[in-house]
């Protein structure tokens, strides 16, 4: 069981330029969730989906798209990377048949910076 | 608006000393979760109190929810090098079905450094 994990580990990018990371789970956990964290902030909840081929915005969704086309898989998509998207991402996912409370998995997280 | 307030921000110890970070709020949660995050690494789960009132222990560890189910603070008994690191405190307003009252408000961390 490998649990969660994220792809790439770092990223550099220019302002403008476009990059898909990738979030995968092999727990068969229905619920995944896409975090940025950055100093002084704490974990902030971009976007979730609680199934296959479904998805919705949470806190700061502003800049970013997601898909959830296979169950194990959630991408986090920005079409055109700012400076203000420099953060470290986490991906999450959640048993709901086996806790009511939200109790979440977390992958190893994304180092993105923008220059 | 950040709605779960945890302090101190920063706390650096000696081994074997004892500590208590708190984790607020003026907003009744259904259940209040602890992670711990090490550096480069994702935040693992330590544990969930639901009900008000609730302690629970892991080891050196205390946790326990507010009669008010508002608070919550975790107690760390002779702390030791190891448990160093950003400690987070997660609440659930609801509980999850599909809808978003279930998703977890974070706080920003209190992060620990316990020196040998």
């Known amino acids: 069981n490998a649990g969660v994990t994220q792809t790439p580990k770092f990223r550099v990018l220019k302002t403008g330029q476009s990059m898909t990371l990738l979030c995968a789970q092999d727990m068969n956990h229905e619920y995944m969730y896409w975090y940025r964290q950055d100093p002084g902030m704490g974990l902030r909840l971009i976007h979730y989906?609680?199934?296959?081929?479904?998805?919705a915005k949470g806190e700061v969704p502003d800049g970013y798209n997601v898909s959830r086309l296979k169950k194990q898989n959630f991408l986090l998509g920005l079409e055109s990377a700012a400076p203000s998207q420099t953060s470290v991402y986490f991906c999450a996912s959640f048993n709901v048949w086996t806790t009511k409370y939200n109790e979440q998995f977390f992958g190893p997280g994304t180092r993105l910076t923008v220059l | 608006t950040q709605l779960l307030e945890q302090s101190p921000q920063f706390l650096s110890i000696q081994e074997g000393e004892n500590l208590t970070v708190y984790c607020n709020s003026s907003s009744v949660f259904s259940s209040l979760q602890w992670y711990r995050q090490e550096p480069g690494e994702g935040p693992v789960l330590l544990v969930t109190v639901v009900t008000g009132g609730e302690v629970k222990k892991l080891k050196r560890l205390t946790f326990q929810f507010g009669d008010a189910r508002k608070d919550s603070s975790l107690h760390i008994t002779a702390a030791q090098p190891g448990d160093t690191g950003l400690y987070l405190c997660?609440?659930?307003?609801?509980?999850?079905?599909?809808?978003?009252?279930?998703?977890?408000?974070f706080g920003k961390g209190t992060k620990l450094s316990v020196k040998p």
């Open positions: 997660a609440g659930a307003r609801g509980e999850n079905y599909g809808g978003s009252q279930g998703n977890l408000i």
């Open positions: 989906s609680v199934g296959e081929g479904t998805t």
